[in-house]
Protein backbone atom coordinates (compact mmCIF):
# COMPACT_ATOMS: atom_id res chain seq x y z
CA UNK A 1 0.00 0.00 0.00
CA UNK A 2 1.53 3.27 -0.75
CA UNK A 3 2.34 5.17 2.29
CA UNK A 4 2.31 9.09 0.33
CA UNK A 5 0.56 11.85 2.33
CA UNK A 6 -1.10 13.95 -0.12
CA UNK A 7 -2.53 17.30 1.45
CA UNK A 8 -3.32 20.43 0.28
CA UNK A 9 -1.26 23.12 2.03
CA UNK A 10 -3.08 26.02 0.42
CA UNK A 11 -5.20 27.31 -2.35
CA UNK A 12 -4.19 25.55 -5.62
CA UNK A 13 -1.08 23.94 -4.05
CA UNK A 14 -0.17 20.31 -3.23
CA UNK A 15 2.18 18.10 -1.49
CA UNK A 16 2.98 14.36 -1.90
CA UNK A 17 5.22 13.27 0.85
CA UNK A 18 7.06 9.63 1.72
CA UNK A 19 9.39 7.57 2.76
CA UNK A 20 12.69 7.21 1.71
CA UNK A 21 15.52 4.93 1.51
CA UNK A 22 17.13 7.25 4.31
CA UNK A 23 14.80 8.61 7.19
CA UNK A 24 14.93 12.25 5.11
CA UNK A 25 11.83 11.07 3.48
CA UNK A 26 10.87 13.02 0.24
CA UNK A 27 8.25 15.49 -1.34
CA UNK A 28 6.90 16.34 -4.70
CA UNK A 29 4.67 19.60 -5.40
CA UNK A 30 2.17 20.53 -7.65
CA UNK A 31 1.11 23.98 -8.27
CA UNK A 32 -2.16 25.19 -10.04
CA UNK A 33 -0.94 28.14 -12.22
CA UNK A 34 -3.49 30.82 -13.03
CA UNK A 35 -2.78 31.16 -16.18
CA UNK A 36 -3.57 27.78 -16.73
CA UNK A 37 -2.47 24.21 -16.20
CA UNK A 38 0.04 22.44 -13.42
CA UNK A 39 3.57 22.83 -12.56
CA UNK A 40 5.40 19.87 -10.77
CA UNK A 41 8.65 19.65 -8.47
CA UNK A 42 8.94 15.94 -9.18
CA UNK A 43 10.52 13.94 -6.54
CA UNK A 44 8.76 10.83 -5.31
CA UNK A 45 7.37 8.36 -7.71
CA UNK A 46 4.09 8.79 -9.34
CA UNK A 47 2.02 6.06 -7.76
CA UNK A 48 -1.65 5.86 -8.95
CA UNK A 49 -2.65 8.02 -5.80
CA UNK A 50 -0.74 10.80 -6.57
CA UNK A 51 -1.03 10.61 -10.42
CA UNK A 52 -4.90 10.92 -9.88
CA UNK A 53 -4.54 14.05 -7.68
CA UNK A 54 -1.91 15.84 -9.71
CA UNK A 55 -4.78 14.61 -13.01
CA UNK A 56 -7.71 16.47 -10.85
CA UNK A 57 -5.78 20.01 -10.55
CA UNK A 58 -5.41 20.33 -14.98
CA UNK A 59 -2.63 19.38 -17.46
CA UNK A 60 0.57 19.24 -16.35
CA UNK A 61 2.85 21.36 -18.42
CA UNK A 62 5.60 21.69 -16.59
CA UNK A 63 8.00 19.20 -14.59
CA UNK A 64 11.07 21.02 -12.09
CA UNK A 65 13.92 18.69 -11.78
CA UNK A 66 15.35 20.47 -7.50
CA UNK A 67 18.92 20.04 -8.34
CA UNK A 68 21.41 17.49 -9.38
CA UNK A 69 20.12 14.56 -7.29
CA UNK A 70 16.09 14.26 -7.50
CA UNK A 71 15.83 12.74 -10.65
CA UNK A 72 14.87 9.02 -9.73
CA UNK A 73 11.37 9.49 -10.70
CA UNK A 74 11.33 11.78 -14.30
CA UNK A 75 11.36 9.34 -16.41
CA UNK A 76 8.14 8.21 -14.74
CA UNK A 77 6.98 11.57 -15.55
CA UNK A 78 7.97 12.19 -18.49
CA UNK A 79 5.99 9.14 -19.83
CA UNK A 80 3.06 10.06 -17.66
CA UNK A 81 2.99 13.79 -19.33
CA UNK A 82 5.06 13.57 -22.12
CA UNK A 83 3.85 17.24 -24.03
CA UNK A 84 5.15 19.25 -20.35
CA UNK A 85 8.15 20.80 -20.72
CA UNK A 86 10.74 19.38 -18.40
CA UNK A 87 13.51 21.50 -16.96
CA UNK A 88 16.54 20.60 -14.90
CA UNK A 89 19.81 21.48 -14.31
CA UNK A 90 23.06 21.54 -16.01
CA UNK A 91 24.15 18.62 -14.64
CA UNK A 92 21.28 16.16 -15.14
CA UNK A 93 22.42 17.04 -18.78
CA UNK A 94 24.25 14.22 -19.37
CA UNK A 95 23.06 11.98 -17.17
CA UNK A 96 21.71 8.76 -18.94
CA UNK A 97 18.93 8.02 -16.19
CA UNK A 98 17.15 11.28 -16.79
CA UNK A 99 14.83 12.37 -19.70
CA UNK A 100 15.04 14.88 -22.09
CA UNK A 101 14.89 18.50 -20.50
CA UNK A 102 13.56 20.92 -21.99
CA UNK A 103 15.49 23.82 -20.14
CA UNK A 104 18.19 23.24 -17.77
CA UNK A 105 19.65 25.95 -14.76
CA UNK A 106 22.86 26.51 -15.40
CA UNK A 107 23.13 25.39 -19.03
CA UNK A 108 21.06 28.11 -20.49
CA UNK A 109 21.48 32.13 -20.07
CA UNK A 110 20.60 33.49 -17.19
CA UNK A 111 17.55 35.25 -17.19
CA UNK A 112 16.20 32.46 -19.41
CA UNK A 113 12.48 32.48 -18.88
CA UNK A 114 10.54 28.88 -19.68
CA UNK A 115 6.70 29.67 -18.98
CA UNK A 116 5.61 30.38 -15.32
CA UNK A 117 7.81 32.78 -14.06
CA UNK A 118 4.63 35.12 -13.89
CA UNK A 119 3.60 33.06 -10.92
CA UNK A 120 7.02 30.70 -9.86
CA UNK A 121 10.22 32.62 -9.37
CA UNK A 122 13.35 30.55 -9.74
CA UNK A 123 16.99 30.98 -8.34
CA UNK A 124 19.65 28.57 -9.10
CA UNK A 125 22.22 27.99 -6.73
CA UNK A 126 25.88 27.25 -8.70
CA UNK A 127 27.91 27.95 -5.85
CA UNK A 128 26.12 24.69 -3.90
CA UNK A 129 27.61 21.37 -4.26
CA UNK A 130 24.02 19.94 -4.76
CA UNK A 131 23.09 22.34 -8.23
CA UNK A 132 20.04 23.42 -6.02
CA UNK A 133 17.26 25.39 -7.60
CA UNK A 134 14.74 27.21 -5.11
CA UNK A 135 11.62 28.37 -6.38
CA UNK A 136 8.96 30.94 -5.21
CA UNK A 137 5.11 30.38 -5.70
CA UNK A 138 4.23 33.83 -6.08
CA UNK A 139 0.61 33.92 -4.57
CA UNK A 140 0.87 31.54 -1.97
CA UNK A 141 3.71 33.19 -0.58
CA UNK A 142 5.99 29.62 -0.76
CA UNK A 143 9.23 28.31 -1.04
CA UNK A 144 9.73 25.09 -2.55
CA UNK A 145 13.18 23.34 -2.55
CA UNK A 146 15.02 20.19 -2.45
CA UNK A 147 18.95 20.14 -0.37
CA UNK A 148 18.78 24.12 0.61
CA UNK A 149 17.33 23.76 3.42
CA UNK A 150 15.93 20.31 5.58
CA UNK A 151 13.54 20.57 8.95
CA UNK A 152 13.77 16.71 9.90
CA UNK A 153 12.28 14.78 12.06
CA UNK A 154 10.04 14.04 8.58
CA UNK A 155 6.88 13.44 10.72
CA UNK A 156 4.53 13.85 7.98
CA UNK A 157 6.15 11.61 5.47
CA UNK A 158 6.41 8.95 8.13
CA UNK A 159 2.83 9.33 9.07
CA UNK A 160 1.77 5.88 7.12
CA UNK A 161 4.81 4.08 8.21
CA UNK A 162 3.86 1.65 10.80
CA UNK A 163 7.62 0.78 11.95
CA UNK A 164 9.65 4.25 11.91
CA UNK A 165 13.01 3.83 12.00
CA UNK A 166 15.24 4.92 14.60
CA UNK A 167 16.96 7.80 13.06
CA UNK A 168 13.50 9.70 12.49
CA UNK A 169 14.32 11.27 15.88
CA UNK A 170 17.22 13.10 14.14
CA UNK A 171 16.36 16.80 14.91
CA UNK A 172 17.80 18.90 12.09
CA UNK A 173 16.49 22.02 11.21
CA UNK A 174 17.46 25.99 9.76
CA UNK A 175 18.33 26.80 13.37
CA UNK A 176 20.93 23.52 14.31
CA UNK A 177 24.31 24.24 14.47
CA UNK A 178 25.37 21.03 12.33
CA UNK A 179 22.36 22.17 9.47
CA UNK A 180 24.42 25.52 9.75
CA UNK A 181 27.83 23.64 9.25
CA UNK A 182 26.59 21.50 6.65
CA UNK A 183 25.23 24.17 4.30
CA UNK A 184 28.48 26.02 4.75
CA UNK A 185 30.49 23.49 3.33
CA UNK A 186 28.31 22.56 0.56
CA UNK A 187 28.50 25.94 -0.66
CA UNK A 188 31.67 25.53 -2.85
CA UNK A 189 31.42 29.08 -4.18
CA UNK A 190 31.26 31.27 -1.30
CA UNK A 191 30.47 34.69 -3.25
CA UNK A 192 28.03 32.93 -5.62
CA UNK A 193 26.40 31.72 -2.14
CA UNK A 194 26.17 35.04 -0.89
CA UNK A 195 24.54 36.23 -4.37
CA UNK A 196 22.17 33.65 -4.32
CA UNK A 197 21.03 33.67 -0.45
CA UNK A 198 20.47 37.30 -0.78
CA UNK A 199 17.87 36.66 -3.60
CA UNK A 200 16.02 34.44 -1.50
CA UNK A 201 16.01 36.27 1.44
CA UNK A 202 14.38 39.42 -0.77
CA UNK A 203 11.61 37.22 -1.88
CA UNK A 204 8.44 38.07 0.10
CA UNK A 205 7.51 34.13 1.42
CA UNK A 206 6.27 32.74 4.69
CA UNK A 207 5.98 29.30 4.26
CA UNK A 208 8.87 26.67 2.94
CA UNK A 209 8.11 23.49 1.28
CA UNK A 210 10.92 21.09 1.97
CA UNK A 211 11.69 17.71 -0.05
CA UNK A 212 13.13 16.71 3.33
CA UNK A 213 11.35 17.32 6.15
CA UNK A 214 8.06 19.06 7.44
CA UNK A 215 6.71 21.65 5.54
CA UNK A 216 7.41 25.52 7.70
CA UNK A 217 4.04 26.60 7.68
CA UNK A 218 5.14 30.07 8.81
CA UNK A 219 8.09 32.41 9.52
CA UNK A 220 10.02 30.73 6.75
CA UNK A 221 12.28 34.16 5.76
CA UNK A 222 13.18 34.21 9.45
CA UNK A 223 13.91 30.14 9.22
CA UNK A 224 16.29 30.71 5.77
CA UNK A 225 18.42 33.84 7.30
CA UNK A 226 18.43 31.69 10.12
CA UNK A 227 19.86 29.41 8.01
CA UNK A 228 21.74 31.58 5.72
CA UNK A 229 23.01 34.04 8.43
CA UNK A 230 27.25 33.30 7.76
CA UNK A 231 25.99 34.25 4.03
CA UNK A 232 24.09 37.09 4.49
CA UNK A 233 25.51 38.95 7.38
CA UNK A 234 28.22 40.06 5.51
CA UNK A 235 25.92 41.66 2.84
Given at each position: MPDTVIRKITENVWTFSRSGLVPFGGRSTAIK????????????????????????????????????????????????????????????????????????????????????????????????????????????????????????????????????????????????WLHQKIISNLGKNKEEMKRDARIVAAWDFDRI???????????????????????????
Open positions: LGTGGVWVLASTPLDDETKAKIDELGDVKYVAAADALHYLFLNDFKKAYPKAKFIGVEALLSNPKCPKFDGAYGADAPGTKYGFEEEIQSCYFSGFENKDVAFHHIPSKSLIEADLLLNLPANEQYAKVASKPWLLRLSLGPTSIPCHGDVIETNGKEAWCALYKDFLHEL
